[in-house]
T-cell receptor
Framework: GQQVMQIPQYQHVQEGEDFTTYCNSS?????IQWYKQRPGGHPVFLIQ?????EVKKQKRLTFQFGEAKKNSSLHITATQTTDVGTYFC???????????FGKGTRLHILP | DAGVIQSPRHEVTEMGQEVTLRCKPI?????LFWYRQTMMRGLELLIY????????DSGMPEDRFSAKMPNASFSTLKIQPSEPRDSAVYFC???????????FGSGTRLTVV
């Protein structure tokens, strides 16, 4: 079935280092969303990208949508302990009417 | 805005018992989703409703699971009979439309012993 693949599954970084998670689809996406889930919490919407090649920033977070609208990335600059959690991408296929979540990337910050 | 409200927050039940999870979506949201999250399988979509009508229930594991949305402000997910492998966190989410941002509830952590 239709899938949104996300890598890596886990990432350990030292506090202050950068972090990137990648999202790929074999099918063109009409949009991509990113969510963050803190340990013990629920997924919380971060951002939505719609346009080919779109780049959006939220403070230390940079989100990109690929030119072909088949991939996306989330980059965090200078990670902090508050960045700990699982980051999910979620895409909508052009012919579909619901979003498909990736498996998520779990980020651990080493002090 | 109270957000998506789920109850109970925690449920511990014995195998074979009926379990009912409840969800109140955000007022005005037309789409409602039930997800199950486990370490092994991640976040799985079980079923979703649009304007109170079930649209896609292909994620419902088996006949033991059923979901209803009798009106725009309430939905239930029922497991009967429950089994230990049903232990998971169950999330309800709502949105204005299936393609738009989802707001998740705090989840129900179900443990079947």
């Amino acid at each position: 079935g239709q899938q949104v693949m996300q890598i890596p599954q886990y990432q350990h970084v030292q506090e202050g280092e950068d972090f990137t998670t990648y999202c790929n689809s074999s099918t063109t996406l009409s949009n991509i969303q990113w969510y963050k889930q803190r340990p013990g919490g629920h997924p919380v919407f971060l951002i939505q990208l719609v346009k080919s090649g779109e780049v959006k920033k939220q403070k230390r977070l940079t989100f990109q949508f690929g030119e072909a609208k088949k991939n996306s990335s989330l980059h965090i600059t200078a990670t902090q302990t508050t960045d700990v959690g699982t980051y999910f991408c979620a895409g909508t296929m052009n012919r579909d009417d619901k979003i498909i979540f990736g498996k998520g990337t779990r980020l651990h910050i080493l002090p | 805005d109270a957000g998506v409200i789920q109850s109970p927050r925690h449920e511990v039940t014995e195998m074979g018992q009926e379990v009912t999870l409840r969800c109140k979506p955000i007022s005005g949201h037309n789409s409602l989703f039930w997800y199950r999250q486990t370490m092994m399988r991640g976040l799985e979509l079980l079923i979703y409703f649009n304007n109170n009508v079930p649209i896609d229930d292909s994620g419902m594991p088996e006949d033991r699971f059923s979901a209803k949305m009798p009106n725009a402000s309430f939905s239930t997910l029922k497991i009967q009979p429950s089994e230990p492998r049903d232990s998971a966190v169950y999330f309800c989410a709502s949105s204005l439309a299936p393609r738009l941002r989802y707001t998740f509830g705090s989840g129900t952590r179900l443990t079947v012993v």
